[in-house]
């Protein structure tokens, strides 16, 4: 993706629309209203828009991570960017893909699946789930569509409050194979690299959010950010961000994609976390981003990993 393409995404996110995204799954908890109804014609739209702007076909996905996370994206495209990644010779096209892979073991037999698949982001808004698991052979992937009967889907009620479902697969069709093991691990580290800049972006929207509320929000006369201690911890979280930034936009980054996770991960929960301090009692209003960030930094710091957990991993492959 030129620079180019990245102002014209940018620019689609504007002062208008950014705030109806970063809110665009926070629907309410239970049942389907008339706001329910909104979000998904705003989802709607949002994916048209991506696609319009050629955003499946970018070549710098970091730099489109970045501008995704911060405006709290939440959506299927990333994944169908993996999923296109994996099955470079499937028409999937434009449609959009759910990634539905883990180590748990499934059933294929007669080229149907019988598995079961914890919290599969936006299930229930795309056409197809690319599904994983593991046999004697080691992991397999295999690409359903999202429309057969024998899918059903329970919506949780997680922390971030998004669209995250259980997906049991009850026999389902295969319509085509994905690659090997070594495939696969080649597309997570892409992917891991993706939400790791994902993050970077979410944790620099969290810290311009508080560097606005520091400028506005007065005590003793003047504003709160000219208060020594307080500046010094946004400077700080400042630097951490910029060279988390460095780690994910280097071009070996793949290489070191759970490492690098991590660190994006542990920066997106301490942000958000100082976020929420700096604006006290008001930080957790519904109506305020400040909750908004640290809950979604909760839910996307573990979507491909713990931090503990790709730490080990990648201690055990250095």
């Given at each position: 993706?030129?620079?180019?393409?990245?102002?014209?995404?940018?620019?689609?996110?504007?002062?208008?629309?950014?705030?109806?995204?970063?809110?665009?799954?926070?629907?309410?908890?239970?049942?389907?209203?008339?706001?329910?109804?909104?979000?998904?014609?705003?989802?709607?739209?949002?994916?048209?828009?991506?696609?319009?702007?050629?955003?499946?076909?970018?070549?710098?996905?970091?730099?489109?991570?970045?501008?995704?996370?911060?405006?709290?994206?939440?959506?299927?495209?990333?994944?169908?960017?993996?999923a296109r990644e994996l099955l470079p010779d499937n028409d999937i096209g434009e449609a959009p893909v759910a990634l539905a892979v883990?180590?748990?073991?499934?059933?294929?037999?007669?080229?149907?699946?019988?598995?079961?698949?914890?919290?599969?982001?936006?299930?229930?808004?795309?056409?197809?789930?690319?599904?994983?698991?593991?046999?004697?052979?080691?992991?397999?992937?295999?690409?359903?569509?999202?429309?057969?009967?024998?899918?059903?889907?329970?919506?949780?009620?997680?922390?971030?409050?998004?669209?995250?479902?259980?997906?049991?697969?009850?026999?389902?069709?295969?319509?085509?194979?994905?690659?090997?093991?070594?495939?696969?691990?080649?597309?997570?580290?892409k992917a891991r690299v993706r939400q790791a800049a994902y993050l970077v972006g979410l944790a620099q929207a969290a810290l311009d959010?508080?560097?606005?509320?520091?400028?506005?929000?007065?005590?003793?006369?003047?504003?709160?950010?000219?208060?020594?201690?307080?500046?010094?911890?946004?400077?700080?979280?400042?630097?951490?961000?910029?060279?988390?930034?460095?780690?994910?936009?280097?071009?070996?980054?793949?290489?070191?994609?759970?490492?690098?996770?991590?660190?994006?991960?542990?920066?997106?929960?301490?942000?958000?976390?100082?976020?929420?301090?700096?604006?006290?009692?008001?930080?957790?209003?519904?109506?305020?981003?400040?909750?908004?960030?640290?809950?979604?930094?909760?839910?996307?710091?573990?979507?491909?990993?713990?931090?503990?957990?790709?730490?080990?991993?990648?201690?055990?492959?250095?």
């Open positions: 993706m030129s620079g180019m393409d990245t102002a014209a995404i940018a620019d689609f996110f504007d002062d208008e629309l950014a705030p109806m995204v970063r809110r665009m799954a926070d629907r309410p908890r239970t049942g389907e209203d008339s706001a329910e109804s909104e979000a998904r014609e705003i989802r709607k739209m949002v994916w048209q828009g991506l696609i319009g702007l050629d955003a499946l076909d970018a070549s710098d996905t970091a730099e489109l991570a970045e501008l995704l996370g911060s405006v709290l994206y939440q959506g299927p495209l990333l994944d169908t960017i993996t883990t180590d748990e073991p499934w059933s294929v037999q007669d080229d149907r699946i019988t598995a079961r698949r914890a919290f599969v982001g936006f299930a229930a808004e795309v056409d197809h789930f690319l599904v994983g698991g593991v046999d004697g052979g080691g992991l397999r992937l295999a690409l359903v569509s999202a429309g057969h009967p024998s899918i059903t889907m329970r919506r949780y009620e997680d922390t971030g409050r998004g669209e995250a479902y259980g997906v049991e697969f009850a026999g389902t069709p295969v319509t085509t194979c994905a690659g090997s093991s070594a495939e696969w691990e080649g597309a997570l580290a959010h508080a560097v606005d509320h520091a400028k506005t929000r007065r005590q003793f006369g003047q504003p709160i950010g000219k208060f020594q201690a307080l500046a010094f911890r946004l400077s700080e979280l400042s630097m951490h961000i910029d060279a988390t930034r460095l780690l994910v936009r280097d071009r070996d980054a793949a290489a070191h994609a759970a490492a690098n996770l991590a660190a994006a991960s542990d920066l997106a929960r301490t942000v958000t976390t100082q976020t929420m301090q700096i604006h006290g009692a008001a930080g957790m209003l519904t109506d305020n981003d400040a909750q908004l960030y640290y809950r979604r930094a909760a839910v996307e710091a573990v979507r491909l990993g713990t931090p503990s957990q790709l730490r080990r991993e990648s201690s055990q492959t250095r």
